[in-house]
Every structure is written in C-alpha cells, then in structure tokens.
T-cell receptor
Framework: AQSVTQPDIHITVSEGASLELRCNYS??????LFWYVQSPGQGLQLLLK??????LVQGIKGFEAEFKRSQSSFNLRKPSVHWSDAAEYFC???????????FGAGTTVTVRA | GAVVSQHPSWVICKSGTSVKIECRSL??????MFWYRQFPKQSLMLMAT?????????EQGVEKDKFLINHASLTLSTLTVTSAHPEDSSFYIC????????FGPGTRLTVL
C-alpha cells in the first residue's frame, strides 16, 4: 500500500517570497502523484499531477513540482507567493489503475504581508 | 475535467437520526466513486469505494452498517450516515474519475 508524508505541518512565508512544500511517498513502483489545495471549508482543487515523463511538472497558479525517484519525493514550489496562496496543501499518491488516493497530513501555508 | 456536485453542502442533525449525502457526477459516467472523510485540521481518509450496481467496498475500520452507500446509477452515489453521533461530525467529500480524480465540494455534517 502507498503512503505519503508531508513533514511540514505549518509554513509561514512572506508575500513575494518563494515557497517549497515537501512531500515524500512510499510505493513499490512509479506512482501517480498529485498536489491539491484546499481553502477553508472548501473542496479540493488540483494544482498539478505527475503520471510519467518529464519529472518537472507545471501546474496552475504558478506552481511546479519535481518528481525525484531517488529521493521518493514530489516537492511543490512557487517562486513568488501571493496572499491568496494561503491555504492547506495536500500531497496525494495513487497506484496506476487503482483510482484510490492516499493523502498526506497536509501543510498549512500562511502568507504574511 | 469532470464536474462533481454534492448535496447538501452542510447539514446539522440530532444524535440518533440518519442523514443522506448525495454525490453527483454531472458530466462523467462513473462506475466507481470514492467517499472520503476529513476531520477538522486533518487529512482526507478514504472511507469506501462506491460501485455502480453492486456493493460498496469499505476500508478497514469503517462500519458498513453505519455508513450505507448506494450507487444506483452512473451519475449518483449516496452516503447515508445511520444513527449519527457527534463523533460522526466531519467533512465528507466524494470523488469520481480515473487516474485523475475530481472532487466534489464536500458536505459538512454536524451532529448535535
């Protein structure tokens, strides 16, 4: 079974600064990887996904993530955060052909002015 | 991507009553839907897989007699929380899709 670890529970970043959220997964083969964002009381919005191919993935809202097989990681980055990026971020892993997802514990991002 | 709706968006009920939550796939024929639960400040945990025309598959530790799932058509799955208790208060989210899942907006259940 797959699992996901998000080591950072809470990150505070200044507006305009860069952001990196860490995600490590456990899975025997190459997984499908996802980053979702959730605003308070809302559903999940997909930021980006990795299935195969180029290990640097571009997503919406200026986010990108890099799949590193050797480190079992899929870290999310944004060069310059906006106040609207304050939210909860979840990394998720799925097995190809098995549509169930396993989510990390989430990282809360606070953006200060 | 698929558009998924949930109804109601929030519900408050008394302890001991049953509550039904609907998940609709508006533009995707879903033979499988997934139900997740999210407690406050926590992550999403998969509860069960809803299978169109057959029994749902429950994750370990989820009481199937308490969380009844019906998937009667390719566009609708329902989750009924029977004899609800305060500890069932949570945010329930459904998803549909294939390798990429599309999530509904969630239903906030509060049991008094």
């Amino acid at each position: 079974a797959q699992s996901v670890t998000q080591p950072d529970i809470h990150i505070t970043v200044s507006e305009g600064a860069s952001l990196e959220l860490r995600c490590n997964y456990s899975y025997g083969a190459t997984p499908y990887l996802f980053w979702y964002v959730q605003s308070p009381g809302q559903g999940l919005q997909l930021l980006l996904k990795y299935f195969s191919g180029d290990t640097l993935v571009q997503g919406i809202k200026g986010f990108e993530a890099e799949f590193k097989r050797s480190q079992s990681s899929f870290n999310l980055r944004k060069p310059s955060v906006h106040w609207s990026d304050a939210a909860e971020y979840f990394c998720a892993v799925g097995a190809p052909g098995d549509y169930k997802l396993s989510f990390g514990a989430g990282t809360t991002v606070t953006v200060r002015a | 991507g698929a558009v998924v709706s949930q109804h109601p968006s929030w519900v408050i009920c008394k302890s001991g009553t049953s509550v039904k939550i609907e998940c609709r796939s508006l533009d995707f024929q879903a033979t499988t839907m997934f139900w997740y639960r999210q407690f406050p400040k926590q992550s999403l945990m998969l509860m069960a897989t809803s299978n169109e025309g057959s029994k749902a598959t429950y994750e370990q530790g989820v009481e199937k007699d308490k969380f009844l799932i019906n998937h009667a058509s390719l566009t609708l799955s329902t989750l009924t929380v029977t004899s609800a208790h305060p500890e069932d208060s949570s945010f329930y989210i459904c998803s549909v899709g294939a390798d990429e899942q599309f999530f509904g907006p969630g239903t906030r259940l509060t049991v008094l």
